[in-house]
């Protein structure tokens, strides 16, 4: 899965496969060339929670986030590094 349509693809499948997944929405897609792309998709959960994935894809290599919210966040977790600055 090394293209947008692919791992979207991959992602709204799997979502709309999970017994608790109501709706799955796309909400952002961008292309930066073909092996640099991003994409927002949202799945409706029982009310009044949603869980929102992020993926982004730069030659390779891929950053996820995923959020759980019912208007206001709950919980976030992601794979992006932690950047620890001393002074």
């Given at each position: 899965m090394k293209t947008l349509a692919s791992l979207l693809s991959w992602t709204i499948s799997q979502l709309q496969a999970w017994p608790n997944s109501r709706e799955v929405r796309t909400l952002e897609t961008e292309a930066f060339a073909e092996d640099q792309f991003h994409f927002k998709v949202r799945t409706y959960l029982p009310e009044p929670f949603q869980l929102q994935i992020r993926f982004y894809?730069?030659?390779?290599?891929?950053?996820?986030?995923?959020?759980?919210?019912?208007?206001?966040?709950i919980l976030r977790w992601d794979n992006k590094e932690d950047v620890f600055r001393i002074t």
């Open positions: 894809y730069n030659r390779g290599h891929l950053d996820y986030s995923y959020q759980l919210f019912n208007g206001d966040p």
